[in-house]
């Protein structure tokens, strides 16, 4: 089936491309259609990771509607973004209304040839997988009678270039990617439709068509247009082009988020209960919900078992043991983010604290409290719970419950911050116990503080200046609460107080819903005009005191953007303005798409409320979120900007290739762009031509990226040449060509008909196929080009005319390829030249006013037939409702017309001519001057002084009016206000909307006001209103108090102020004055001055009581009345006696030197208690040492020290006030308790006894000091070198009687001791005698001298060294050393080869000792106690010296020629032998010889002797030398060998 004739649009003058077909009203489908093409041909899209859709439907049939031709839908389209099964589009039900189905009415049947299914994403099998969904919604078996519907050939739009053979997919035969929309009304059975939800954003086409969202408005009249019989238009003209701007998948479905269920700001659950915490997001596609942490960390990084994350975006925390609090998940904040293709919002971030369910306590303590005063007592909570607990009630006694008020019952106020304040203090209070309840929010469990406080009455003698007892500050509240302002000073008189804001006296008693309650002023209902300084002034005669608060009334946080949806193109700039209300604000901060906007160069925050964004860029589209916080509250709202036009960026290209003919080609351009680029391909500039080898593809990813490719299978020569993409949108196109060179003879592909216009550039190419080519050539008629300047020939065969001109330009023109083989080919272009309109200046006549007509003519100078003109006001259609006609006169000339002009008609006007060659547009602007008139009028008003007023004046205008408020002088003259007349009374405020406001109303502010709105537009509006500000009655003081003596005379007087007629009441204790001649009232004019108001200065009230009495006490009330309200002041008056004597006086404490004594106050007096008197005396009457102590009256116990120990005394107490001093109490018997004693023993001294022990003696200390009996001593001991702040080993000592006396031992020898005594009875020791040093004796010392040396000095003399003693160890002081030394070989049998030396250094010589021999050294230490022990053994060895001469020299004859000499070695060899020398010679004179021999051998054999007697002697030697020579020996050889022992024995 083909696109009906009213669906071909042509959308560029190419005559073989055509438009799809249009969408059904209220719904838009797109058609992808191109020649050779029977219809529109869709393919499901392939999810890139998830593969084709399974499961598609068969076909099903038409539903049969009725007889007549059938109305052709020629395609439906369903988009899935993807998400949860059932959410969005998943199925055909939310396009059902856009559907024709059963029950719809009789009719032709409707063919839809397509439904085509885009599965984006989502879960496998969910969604649009499978058109099992579609089936409720399309036609099928036993719906009617017709023939089947038939689903065509897949389309190539969104399809992938090959998908996988297993679908049972093959490639489509035929592409075409042109993408069109077209609108019409749809058949009238679905004419009334309704719209879906979101429409797709268009842009106005290069031809001029409309821009706007598609609606019934989008027929050619904006109206219903006459239809034939099969539902077609009658007109002929053609049907708008609106071009497709975001991508598929935004086609009416990425619509913007919001939170339709957003988390609660603050959470707090109990660790028992657990919590949920929800958060829901709306949008199309549904957004993914996902949850973080405070620092952006995914909260995946927390989740386990105390936390968890449901599918539907809930997080549930739950229950956990208190061991298992976890601060991380337990006290953390948690922030929600919605995110889908739209953008990313954060929603209101929640404070999740969770409480660990435990038993607490709740305090309430005593306070001190003047008597007259105001006393407040405080509900002490542990800080951990204070924000989970709330004050409900207070408890006086068993039976007396005080719950939050106003302003209290006249004794009790309960603030609401859970303060009691208890007003004019009284003795009778402090008998009275307090109470609080608290309620723990969170578990409903309520508790009673355990242990009652009280109030100590105090009674001031003399004047007291006022202190403060709160401290000053900034006091905070939501605006429509109550809050109290505290303000409590302690003073004698009670103070008076005066409140101030700013510098103007706060009158309180309701007035303006504030009232001053025991000095503190309660705000009623906090509003912004209660917001400012406030100052307390508590004064009485002895002074005054201030305190200064600031109120901050905080409003709730609200934040909207604007404007809340934006589009810009790339390049341009965006402004988004942040609109907080509420107050304080102390945050304002930006987010983009989740994440913190911060400024560069091209984002600007300046100031916190304003966006800029400069140089849009595709990444700066998405949400904007403006967050607004104070504290802990928090606003946010946000805005969408998305990217009206960026242009389009190629970001994959195609090659040049050059090959045989033969193999298949791909070519392939990726480009991005905002709106989706469409993407054509053209040949040499010309269309793709048409063959079966040559397929056409493109396809948008999710990315958004569009994919194009052009396929040639089997290239052939025909097939080279240059091939280009192009990518284009509104914004602007990018281009991308290179050539395909198919090896071949030239060939030249016919080029039909061009179309040029006139004056611009025209430029062709000759679409030559072969390679190599040599040469292209151009001719016009015959006549080769080029042959004027107009003319150019470029290289690659490309011709360009220059300023084209109809008549000379036109013709038939021919190029001719050639190669070097001598082959050409040659083919022509039939050139046609059009002139597109142009247009004469137009403009609007000045100065129009309301109610004018005006017209202005759009005439076209030249430009061919046909011309078609369109007007639009403000870029947008005509609105036909305003009233603004348009006509076309003739073929040239078009006018539009504004019956009756109003503010609606202003703006700019765009008249747009429209010919085959271009459109051409010319603006004119309309401004429509219309005169002010009243949108809210003036009218007057009344205000009670001290109140607030608005009074309110709106105009409207163009120009916008300006409102000026005037008010009316005594002169009678208007002047603005704030400039003269009231203005010196203040509070009055002209708002930006025209509204006067009254902050707080003055007599001055009443009279006349004049409200004017003008804006140069006659006439000027005007209104004149009064303003009557009313005085209801009012007291200078709201309360007062007045104390008298029994028998006196009390005055109670009050002064009213207010609107006559005014009258004074008296009551008392709410009831009438009794009727006794002790009490007259009298009423009389005020003394204040009149004020030049005409007013009254108002009346005062005397109350006379004479001879006062007890039972006159109480509270009188002084009511002012007039038609404006009542009002109220209280006058409290107290007759005071002596008081009575103090009860149940008792010692509840002893001491030595003190007494605890306590009472319980008198009965009350009136008079508060300023002191007490407790007189103590000692017994037996008579004795000295009486004392007298004072005390405050707020106390009831008193410590009366100065008394001595084990003493008997007489106690008294009296109570003084105001009046006088009363009687004493019956007086009390009791005795103050032992204490240790107060001196020391005395001539305490020490002597030493041996080295080990002294001998302590000392006298006892003075009997008046001992405080007791003594018990014994206390001997203390430290050593001397420990120093003074060593502490002392004490030791209990006999004796309490004369000298007394201890051995210490076990001591150090001569060692310094300090020693000190004290003495000890039942109550402990007393304090230290002084102390007494001494040493004790010398000994012996216990160690040996240390590092103890020896060094050899010679053969004969030896070296020793050594250190002292340890100190610890010489017990005295050393006299001398003695050194000790002997052979080491035998030190028992070493007598008269030792011996031992004396010295008193530490250094000893040993001399006459024998070479080369071992001794024993031994050194030790002597005082004067004798020698010490001595020191280990130490072994030292002589130097060796020369050994004596060998012993028992023998010489044995052995032959007639030799002999044998044997020895002993050395007795005292003094050292190693190196060697033995025999020495010989004969006879006397003969010369000597020698031989050397080892020292191990103690014989030589010699040899060669002559027949003669030979000398024979022997020397040894060390390493010291040659020792002296043995004694001689002879011996003579001779042939007689007596027998004989040559050997010598050894010793």
């Not at 048409?690 to 569009?706: D, I, P, Y």
Request: glycine share 10%; hydrophobic share 35%; aromatic share 6%.
């Amino acid at each position: 089936m083909a696109c009906p004739p009213w669906s071909r649009l042509t959308t560029r003058q190419e005559p073989h491309r055509r438009a799809p077909p249009p969408p059904p009203r209220g719904a838009s489908f797109p058609c992808l259609q191109g020649d050779g093409m029977e219809g529109c041909k869709t393919t499901p899209f392939r999810h890139p990771h998830r593969g084709p859709p399974t499961g598609l439907s068969p076909p099903v049939a038409e539903l049969g509607l009725g007889s007549g031709p059938p109305l052709a839908i020629p395609e439906v389209t369903v988009y899935h973004l993807g998400g949860q099964a059932g959410h969005g589009l998943a199925s055909l039900r939310s396009v059902a209304p856009f559907l024709p189905g059963p029950g719809l009415g009789s009719g032709p049947p409707l063919a839809i040839p397509k439904v085509t299914v885009y599965h984006l994403g989502g879960q496998a099998g969910h969604g649009l997988a499978s058109l099992r969904s579609v089936a409720p919604f399309l036609p099928g078996p036993g719906l009617g009678s017709g023939p089947p519907l038939a689903f065509p050939e897949p389309s190539p739009y969104l399809a992938p270039p090959s998908p996988p053979a297993s679908t049972g997919l093959s490639s489509p035969a035929h592409l075409r990617p042109e993408l069109s929309w077209c609108t019409r009304l749809p058949h009238p059975h679905h004419a009334k439709l309704p719209r879906p939800r979101t429409s797709p954003r268009l842009h106005i086409t290069p031809s001029g068509t409309q821009e706007g969202r598609l609606t019934h408005a989008d027929s050619p009249t904006g109206t219903e247009t006459p239809q034939d019989s099969v539902g077609y238009p009658q007109d002929s003209s053609p049907p708008r082009v609106l071009k497709l701007q975001d991508p598929p998948h935004v086609l009416g479905l990425a619509e913007d988020l919001y939170f339709s269920t957003e988390p609660q700001r603050h959470l707090y659950f109990t660790n028992t209960s657990g919590a949920v915490v929800n958060c829901v997001a709306e949008g199309v596609p549904p957004p993914t919900v996902t949850w973080t942490l405070a620092d952006d960390r995914p909260l995946d990084q927390v989740v386990g078992p105390l936390l968890k994350v449901v599918s539907n975006g809930s997080l549930i925390f739950s229950p956990f043991p208190a061991a298992h609090y976890d601060a991380r998940v337990h006290a953390a904040v948690y922030t929600c983010r919605a995110s889908n293709p739209a953008g990313t919002l954060l929603a209101t971030p929640t404070l999740v604290r969770a409480v660990v369910v435990a038993d607490f306590e709740v305090q309430v303590y005593d306070r001190l409290v003047m008597a007259g005063n105001t006393g407040v007592l405080h509900c002490v909570v542990p800080s951990y719970l204070r924000e989970f607990v709330t004050v409900t009630s207070w408890l006086i006694g068993d039976h007396l419950h005080v719950y939050p008020s106003l302003h209290g019952d006249g004794k009790y106020h309960m603030t609401e911050a859970g303060d009691l304040h208890v007003l004019r203090v009284a003795p009778a209070d402090g008998r009275s116990r307090f109470r609080c309840r608290v309620l723990h929010k969170l578990t409903g469990a309520s508790h009673l503080s355990q242990s009652p406080a009280r109030i100590i009455v105090t009674e001031a003698e003399g004047g007291v200046a006022p202190q403060m007892g709160e401290r000053g500050g900034r006091q905070v509240v939501a605006a429509g609460q109550q809050v109290t302002l505290p303000c409590i000073a302690q003073g004698h008189p009670p103070p008076q107080y005066t409140w101030f804001r700013g510098s103007e006296a706060v009158a309180g008693g309701g007035l303006g819903g504030l009232w001053v309650v025991g000095g503190s002023l309660v705000v009623a209902r906090a509003e912004a005009t209660h917001e400012g300084h406030y100052t307390c002034l508590a004064n009485n005669t002895a002074g005054h005191a201030r305190l200064s608060l600031h109120l901050l009334v905080t409003m709730p946080l609200s934040v909207q953007v604007s404007p809340r949806e934006i589009q810009v193109d790339a390049g341009g700039t965006v402004e988004l303005m942040c609109h907080v209300s509420g107050s304080p604000v102390e945050e304002v901060r930006w987010l983009k798409d989740g994440r913190k906007v911060r400024s560069d160069g091209r984002v600007t925050v300046r100031p916190k409320e304003v966006l800029r964004v400069s140089s849009l860029q595709p990444s700066d589209a998405g949400l904007y979120q403006c967050s607004a916080s104070h504290g802990s509250h928090y606003a946010h709202a946000h805005a969408r900007v998305t990217l009206g036009a960026s242009p389009p960026e190629l970001q994959y290209r195609f090659i040049e290739q050059s090959l045989q003919p033969g193999p298949a080609v791909s070519l392939k351009c990726i480009a991005t762009g905002s709106p989706t680029p469409h993407v054509t391909w053209t040949l040499d500039g010309f269309p793709l031509p048409h063959s079966h080898r040559l397929v056409k593809g493109q396809f948008v990813s999710a990315g958004g990226e569009v994919i194009s490719h052009v396929n040639i299978s089997s290239v052939q020569v025909v097939d080279g040449g240059s091939y280009t993409c192009a990518a284009e949108n509104s914004a602007g196109i990018a281009a991308h060509s290179a050539r395909l060179n198919v090896y071949g003879p030239p060939q030249v592909r016919p080029m039909g008909q061009v179309t040029a216009v006139a004056g611009r550039t025209f430029t062709v190419s000759c679409p030559a196929a072969g390679h190599p080519i040599s040469a292209i050539t151009w001719t016009k008629d015959g006549v080769q080009l080029p042959r004027s300047h107009r003319q150019r020939v470029l290289g690659n065969g490309t011709l360009v005319l220059l300023q084209v001109t109809r008549g000379v330009d036109d013709g038939r023109y021919a190029c001719t390829a050639s190669a070097r083989t001598g082959r050409s080919d040659t083919q022509s272009l039939q050139l046609q030249v059009l002139v597109p309109p142009k247009l004469a200046p137009f403009s609007f006549a000045a100065m129009t006013r309301e109610g004018l007509r005006a017209q202005v003519t759009c005439m076209v100078q030249e430009g061919d037939q046909p011309v078609r003109f369109a007007w639009t006001q403000n870029g947008r259609p005509l609105d036909a409702r305003l009233g603004v006609r348009t006509s076309q006169l003739d073929a040239y000339t078009s006018i539009l017309v504004v019956e009756r002009a109003s503010s609606a008609h202003s703006g700019n006007y765009t008249c747009t001519a429209t010919n085959a060659a271009d459109a051409t547009s010319s603006t004119a602007t309309l401004t429509v001057s219309v005169p002010p008139s009243w949108v809210v009028e003036p009218s007057g008003g009344s205000v009670a002084l001290g109140g607030s007023l608005a009074l309110s004046c709106l105009a409207r205008g163009f120009p916008r009016p300006t409102t000026t408020w005037l008010t009316q002088t005594a002169s009678g003259e208007f002047v603005r206000v704030g400039e003269g007349g009231k203005v010196g009374a203040g509070g009055l405020e002209q708002w930006s909307n025209g509204t006067l406001w009254v902050a707080r109303a003055s007599r001055s502010h009443e009279g006349r006001y004049l409200c004017e709105a003008d804006n140069g537009v006659l006439p000027v509006v005007s209104k004149l209103v009064n303003l009557t500000v009313n005085e209801p009655p009012w007291f200078v003081e709201s309360e007062q108090r007045q104390q008298v003596r029994v028998g006196a005379i009390a005055t109670l007087t009050c002064h009213a102020h207010g609107d006559d007629p005014l009258t004074l009441t008296w009551t008392r204790d709410a009831a009438p004055l009794p009727p006794i001649p002790r009490y007259q009232v009298s009423v009389r004019e005020g003394t204040g001055t009149d004020d030049g108001s005409g007013r009254s200065s108002g009346k005062e009230g005397e109350l006379l009581i004479q001879d006062a009495r007890l039972s006159d006490s109480g509270t009188f009330t002084c009511t002012a009345s007039n038609t404006h309200g009542t009002r109220t002041s209280r006058l409290h008056l107290l007759v005071q006696d002596v008081p009575a004597p103090p009860s149940a006086v008792r010692v509840e404490e002893r001491g030595s030197r003190h007494l605890l004594v306590t009472w319980t106050p008198p009965e009350d007096s009136n008079a508060p208690i300023t002191a007490y008197v407790i007189t103590v005396k000692p017994l037996p009457a008579g004795s000295s040492g009486g004392r007298e102590e004072r005390v405050r009256g707020q106390e009831v116990r008193a410590v009366v020290g100065g008394l001595t120990p084990a003493t008997r005394y007489t106690v008294s107490v009296a109570a003084v006030n105001s009046v006088g001093r009363g009687r004493g109490s019956p007086p009390l018997n009791d005795a103050t308790h032992e204490e240790a004693p107060s001196a020391p023993p005395q001539n305490v001294k020490v002597v030493p006894v041996s080295s080990s022990a002294l001998r302590v003696t000392w006298d006892p200390p003075h009997p008046n000091t001992t405080h007791g009996t003594l018990l014994g001593y206390q001997l203390g001991l430290k050593l001397h070198s420990d120093g003074e702040n060593a502490a002392y080993n004490f030791t209990s000592v006999g004796g309490v009687g004369g000298t007394s006396s201890s051995r210490v031992g076990g001591l150090r020898p001569h060692t310094r001791y300090v020693v000190v005594v004290r003495a000890l009875n039942s109550k402990g020791p007393g304090p230290l005698a002084p102390p007494a040093r001494t040493a004790t004796l010398q000994d012996k010392p216990s160690a040996p001298p240390g590092q103890v040396r020896c060094e050899a000095l010679s053969s004969s003399a030896l070296a020793v060294t050594w250190v002292p003693p340890p100190p610890d160890h010489r017990n005295g002081d050393l006299t001398t050393y003695r050194v000790a030394f002997w052979v080491a070989a035998s030190p028992a049998d070493a007598e008269g080869e030792g011996g031992s030396v004396a010295t008193e250094g530490l250094r000893a010589r040993l001399e006459g000792l024998l070479p080369f021999t071992n001794y024993s050294i031994s050194v030790s230490a002597a005082t004067r106690a004798g020698q010490g022990v001595a020191s280990p053994a130490l072994t030292c060895t002589t130097h060796q010296d020369v050994p004596e001469a060998p012993a028992r020299v023998k010489a044995v004859v052995s032959g007639s020629r030799a002999a044998i000499v044997s020895w002993a070695p050395p007795d005292r060899p003094h050292g190693r032998l190196t060697r033995y020398t025999v020495h010989w010679a004969a006879g006397s004179g003969g010369a000597a010889l020698s031989r050397r021999v080892d020292p191990q051998l103690t014989h030589l054999a010699l040899r060669d002797l002559p027949h003669a007697a030979h000398q024979v002697w022997v020397t040894a030697a060390t390493q010291k030398g040659e020792g002296p020579p043995s004694p001689v020996v002879i011996v003579k050889p001779s042939h007689t060998v007596p027998a004989g022992v040559w050997a010598v024995a050894a010793t």
